[in-house]
């Protein structure tokens, strides 16, 4: 194996020219094909969830700044958030009527509007009801200007180096009856707080998918050409770690989708399958707008939340796009995590009692040792 500098937070090899660099996707880029090469690039970015419509950033990188609704501000650890967070209030919660700000605000130096707070305008109704403050301005974006040594540069793009301004933004939605147009004004403010991933760690996911994809059934590629990838990953514990098998991440030394257990194909990666076939699916609320998705995703053991980063090299994996929609907003357990409860699910047939498989603490989530999977989709009544 190739050896790589000494400085734990460098990824380059030995006695490399240059500055020390963490992120290098080189690693898988010189020689993977166009196709793959963007699938992981998009698994380095948020997914649009909400959009536009809640002022937030699509496609961009996992290491920006975030949005962070008001009602979630207990659950989150702002020093998560690396690249910044600005908190979202929707008028009514800020406003008590028009021009009165709710007390709870007013000596309260954790939510200022303006500074590391707005105010975003849904509808009609509360734009009027709740209207903005007479000194406020709508939200807008400042580039730094090199000559004048200030931020004065109006820019629409949070690329760079920047700084936000203004206290309200508006995604106005023209709601049936009103024949009133659709007012946007303000640009989009970061992105949804639980894709959040910093630099370094996006980087050490997609180098994970990487490596997953190289371990594909039917690959193209050959792992011995990717002596300096293994280097990155054997360097953060992530080569030969237990937790790809346990978790059926890989099995048997190939890639495989966590929740049914099924070897991935390499051409699945960028197989596009159309939801409109697959009986259940049409329910799935990440669905929206898009009937149509590629036939392996990314795909993750532990669902994105608010109170902890959970978009981590441990617990990336490619999955069937069925298999993550059936998931949805649930932890995937492993046999090995379901068998370590002892929690038994015992079925008699005959008179005869065999284990069915175990099952987790909440005990809606069963397998068997043969891989079968049961999720409790629905809560059944009191
Ligand atoms: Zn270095
Ligand atoms: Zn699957």
Redesign the pocket.
């Known amino acids: 194996m190739v050896t790589l500098c000494n400085d734990p937070n460098c990824n380059l090899l030995a006695n490399h020219k240059g500055n020390h660099q963490f992120v290098y996707k080189k690693a898988w880029e010189t020689s993977f094909n166009a196709d793959d090469i963007n699938k992981i690039q998009k698994a380095g970015y948020c997914t649009p969830r909400g959009g536009a419509k809640g002022g937030y950033q699509n496609h961009v990188n996992r290491n920006s700044k975030v949005i962070i609704p008001y009602e979630k501000l207990a659950e989150v650890n702002l020093d998560n958030y690396k690249d910044g967070y600005v908190i979202r209030l929707f008028p009514t919660q800020y406003f008590v009527s028009k021009h009165v700000v709710n007390e709870i605000f007013q000596n309260d130096t954790s939510v200022i509007i303006g500074k590391n707070a707005f105010v975003l305008y849904r509808t009609y109704e509360d734009f009027e009801n709740f209207p903005p403050l007479p000194c406020w301005q709508l939200r807008s974006i400042f580039k730094y200007n090199k000559e004048t040594g200030k931020y004065d540069i109006p820019s629409n793009d949070r690329r760079g180096d920047i700084i936000d301004c203004g206290h309200y933004l508006l995604r106005i939605s023209n709601s049936g009856t009103n024949k009133k147009q659709n007012k946007f004004e303000g640009p989009a403010q970061g992105i949804f707080a639980p894709e959040y991933a910093d630099a370094n760690t996006n980087f050490l996911c997609q180098a994970v998918l990487a490596w997953l994809i190289i371990k594909t059934a039917d690959s193209p590629y050959d792992e011995s050409d990717y002596e300096h990838l293994q280097a990155i990953l054997d360097k953060h514990n992530l080569l030969d770690s237990p937790h790809y098998e346990n978790n059926y991440i890989i099995h048997n030394g190939k890639t495989t ?1 966590p ?4 070897i991935i194909l390499h051409s699945e990666l960028n197989e596009m399958i159309s939801f409109d076939d697959e009986e259940g699916l049409e329910n799935s609320t990440d669905q929206v707008g898009s009937t149509r998705s590629t036939k392996v995703n990314l795909f993750h053991m532990v669902p994105l939340c608010y109170s902890s980063l959970e978009n981590i090299p441990t617990q990336v994996a490619w ?2 796009a ?2 993550n929609t059936r998931l949805g907003q649930r932890r995937c357990y492993s046999f090995n995590d379901l068998q370590s409860t002892e929690i038994e699910i015992e079925i008699t047939q005959r008179q005869e009692k065999r284990v069915l498989g175990y099952t987790n603490i909440a005990q809606n989530f069963i397998r068997s040792q043969n891989g079968d999977v049961w999720i409790r989709i629905a809560k059944g009544g009191e």
């Open positions: 989708c929740l049914c257990q099924k999955g069937h069925t298999c």
